[in-house]
Each structure stands twice: as C-alpha cells, then as structure tokens.
C-alpha cells in the first residue's frame, strides 16, 4: 500500500513537469523513426511537419484525422501504408498537436 502511494506520488510529479509538448510525442516520433520520412522543415520521402500544419491551417478536423491515421495506418494520401504508432490516444493525440504546432 504504502510502496502504491509512492509509485502513484512519483508520478504525479513526473507529469507535472515540464510543458505538455516536450516529451512524450517527441520522443515517440524519434523512436518510431517518422524522421525517416519527415522533418521539421524539409519534405523528405514525406511533407515537413510545418507543410503539413500549413495545409490543416484553420481546420478544426485536422488533429482527429491526424490522430486516426496514425492510429490505424493504411492509406495515407499516395502512400499506401502509412506507419502506424503503438501508443496511447493521448501519446497520439501529442503527436498530432506537435506536427500541427510546426512552423
Ligand atoms: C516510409 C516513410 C514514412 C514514415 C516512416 C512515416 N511517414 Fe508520415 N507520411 C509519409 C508520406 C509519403 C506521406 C504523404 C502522403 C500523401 O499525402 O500523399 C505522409 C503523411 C503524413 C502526415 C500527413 C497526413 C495528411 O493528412 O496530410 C502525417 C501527420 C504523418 N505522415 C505523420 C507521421 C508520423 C508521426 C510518423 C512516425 C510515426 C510517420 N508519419 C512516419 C511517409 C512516411
């Protein structure tokens, strides 16, 4: 019981810290390698995060969309099979707001 309470404190104080975009969703997108395909900037194989943000500019559907593609994969655009994440609806819906917050 008392070993639960400390588990339970020490994460409270883990998700306290920090802003909510540094962290989690940069780290999933280093590890699942998405910069294989994407950057911040440049349109490699896929758009540069900060195109992608420029074209759901002012779409309020734009983050659930991103959210189910990289939740279920498949057809993304032309490319067929687009990598899908093992993550939380949170840790993806982090992803999505990282890519649409690009400049
Ligand atoms: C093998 C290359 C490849 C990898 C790896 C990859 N992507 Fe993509 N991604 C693409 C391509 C190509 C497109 C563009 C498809 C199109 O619009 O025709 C795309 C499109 C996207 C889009 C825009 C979708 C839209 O609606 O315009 C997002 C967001 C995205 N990828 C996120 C990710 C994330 C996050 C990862 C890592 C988990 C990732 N991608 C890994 C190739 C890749």
């Known amino acids: 019981m008392k070993l639960a309470l400390a588990i339970a404190a020490a994460f409270a ?8 975009l540094a962290g989690p969703a940069e780290d999933i997108v280093a ?5 294989k395909c994407h950057t911040e900037k440049t349109t490699k194989k896929g758009p540069s995060w900060a195109s992608i943000a420029v074209k759901y ?4 559907e734009a983050a659930e969309k991103i959210f189910l593609q990289l939740k ?3 057809q993304v655009g032309d490319e067929e099979d687009h990598k899908k994440v093992k993550a939380s609806d949170e ?5 999505a707001a990282l890519v649409l917050s690009a400049k």
Do not use: F, H, Y
């Open 72 to 74: 279920n994969g498949g």
């Open 31 to 35: 590890k699942e390698k998405c910069n």
């Open 13 to 20: 104080t883990v998700s306290l810290a920090g802003p909510a």
């Open 57 to 60: 500019k002012g779409k309020p």
């Open 91 to 95: 840790d993806l819906k982090a992803i």
